[in-house]
């Protein structure tokens, strides 16, 4: 079993062009001949690695809504944003090839019909109706996540992007909590 964010943290310092099959072999723990066998090319342990990433990523924010209380809406929601984007923003922001990794990673799903993100989306969008905090949960939802992406590209760090998605979250559903 190869890890696949070894590979990620190498790309978001190094880049696809510099990182070679010899460089990512070594911080996966496995030969580069394993490499070879199993992917071939090294974008296509790039397209592995991003892919492996947002899967986990997107399953770690469902496991917040998941384990909601019932009486915390409202702050499972901001939880599983922190985990979906907050998490992240340092290593986009400060790593020399972090922008690199996110388009990559757009560019690598918006190929697909079905994406990691669609789970994650699919997810909230049950958890909002289900709590009854709109009355148009598939649009909050699609609010919710576009919001999430722009605050994530125009945030410095993790603490910028939760008072920024708290204010979102707080202005979309804020008042279906206090009434």
Same mark, same amino acid.
């Given at each position: 079993?190869?890890?696949? $964010?070894?590979?990620?943290?190498?790309?978001?310092?190094?880049?696809?062009?510099?990182?070679? $099959?010899?460089?990512?072999?070594?911080?996966?723990g496995c030969t580069r001949q394993t490499l070879y066998n199993r992917f071939k090319t090294k974008d296509r342990v790039r397209d592995w690695a991003l892919l492996e990433f947002m899967r986990e990523v997107n399953e770690t924010a469902i496991a917040v809504l998941d384990n909601a209380p019932a009486d915390?809406?409202?702050?499972?929601?901001l939880?599983?944003?922190?985990?979906?984007?907050?998490?992240?923003?340092?290593?986009v922001r400060s790593s020399p090839h972090g922008?690199?990794?996110l388009e990559g990673g757009m560019q690598l799903i918006a190929s697909k019909t079905e994406t990691p993100i669609d789970r994650?989306?699919?997810r909230l969008e049950?958890?909002?109706?289900?709590?009854h905090l709109s009355p148009t949960p598939a649009e909050t939802?699609?609010?919710?996540?576009?919001?999430?992406?722009?605050?994530?590209?125009?945030?410095?760090?993790?603490?910028?992007?939760?008072k920024k998605m708290e204010a979102v979250v707080k202005a979309l559903l804020g008042a279906v909590q206090s009434a």
């Open positions: 079993m190869i890890n696949h $964010m070894p590979v990620v943290e190498l790309l978001s310092h190094y880049g696809i062009q510099k990182a070679t $099959m010899g460089n990512l072999a070594e911080a996966v915390a809406a409202l702050d499972a929601i939880e599983a944003f922190e985990r979906w984007g907050g998490d992240h923003v340092a290593m922008v690199d990794i994650f989306e699919q049950k958890f909002i109706g289900s709590r939802t699609m609010v919710l996540v576009m919001a999430a992406k722009g605050v994530f590209v125009s945030c410095a760090d993790a603490k910028d992007y939760s």
